[in-house]
């Protein structure tokens, strides 16, 4: 959808799907800060500061649909027909960025705090909460790759599939393909 030094004039809205908010390194080692779906904003950075360029990549996970909205347009709509609902929609914003925030910084702790194993295992934990993930007669079933996984949580794609390995040797989830059921969990 957009990379970093795309022009950050739009506020999305994701209407349906899912996407990911990815930050990415000179190396090309990427990432992922957030998945975003239904119900939430995206882009809303050049709307409190001032930024003319995207600093991170907005990725589709899955089929979309986003309702996008110039910066300015939206502005000129807050102090016009939108006026008496400018309050709980620059709420709505600002509630979503506090919980990004929390988001990033439990992140933050876990890179700095904990080892692989750990981080994939609470990594695994918070995609169980997604609304793509399915019910299992054992727990949670999930879809997400290696290289998905990895980009989760700072490591090689290499690590991220012995990690999953030995989870699954000491019976904490069973992993084929980019299929984990991660069991009782639900």
């Known amino acids: 959808m957009f990379r970093p030094g795309d022009p950050a004039s739009t506020l999305y809205y994701v209407v ?3 996407v990911s908010i990815i930050t990415e390194e000179e190396d090309g080692r990427e990432l992922v800060l957030g998945y975003f779906g239904p119900g939430e904003f995206v882009g809303e950075l050049g709307l409190f500061i001032e930024s003319d360029h995207r600093e991170v990549i907005l990725r589709t996970r899955s089929t979309c649909e986003l309702a996008e909205i110039g910066h300015e347009r ?3 709509l807050l102090l016009t027909r939108l006026s008496l609902d400018a309050p709980k929609l620059l709420y709505a914003i600002g509630a979503q960025i506090s919980r990004r925030l929390l988001d990033t910084s439990r992140k933050a702790g876990r890179l700095a705090f904990l080892d692989v194993t750990d981080r994939i295992v609470r990594a695994l934990h918070d995609l169980a909460k997604e609304p793509e993930a399915m ?8 879809r997400v790759s290696r290289q998905e996984l990895s980009r989760l949580v700072g490591c090689s794609r290499e690590m991220a599939g012995r990690v999953l390995k030995k989870l699954q040797a000491d019976g904490k989830l069973h992993a084929r393909g980019k299929t984990v059921v991660l069991y ?3």
């Open 16 to 18: 349906s799907g899912s």
């Open 135 to 142: 019910s299992h007669p054992q727990g949670t079933q999930l």
């Open 184 to 186: 009782g969990t639900r």
């Open 74 to 76: 939206l502005y000129d």
